[in-house]
Nanobody, 119 residues
Framework: QVQLVESGGGMVQTGDSLRLSCAVS????????MAWFRQAPGKEREQVAA????????GYPDSVKGRFTITRDNNKNTGYLQMDGLKAEDAAVYYC????????????WGQGTPVTVSA
């Protein structure tokens, strides 16, 4: 059974940092690309970071570029999202997801961890 479990969310103030973790089990993590998504109330889900299987390549939208960093530790079957300089608009439920090498879509998802940012 594939499981993705996010942790590390919480309530912070503007400008603070948070590090989210995504523990993956039930599959060979090193064979799967990984991404972080977020969804705020009333808004569409947005991909905020992606990383290749080896971790050699990453990608971010302009909204978080320079503030968020995605990494992974394949030995620990865990992915991370370091979020610095948090803004009020970063508040959302954050989800991690993985997809196989030949997949076009992310097929396995975590349950989400909430991030609240107050002024």
């Amino acid at each position: 059974q594939v499981q993705l479990v996010e942790s590390g969310g919480g309530m912070v103030q503007t400008g603070d940092s948070l590090r989210l973790s995504c523990a993956v089990s039930g599959l060979l993590f090193s064979n799967y690309a990984m991404a972080w998504f977020r969804q705020a109330p009333g808004k569409e889900r947005e991909q905020v970071a992606a990383i290749t299987t080896s971790g050699a390549h990453t990608g971010y939208p302009d909204s978080v570029k320079g503030r968020f960093t995605i990494t992974r530790d394949n030995n620990k079957n865990t992915g991370y999202l370091q979020m610095d300089g948090l803004k009020a608009e970063d508040a959302a439920v954050y989800y991690c997801a993985v997809k196989g090498k030949i997949s076009k879509r992310y097929g396995f998802w975590g349950q989400g961890t909430p991030v609240t940012v107050s002024a």
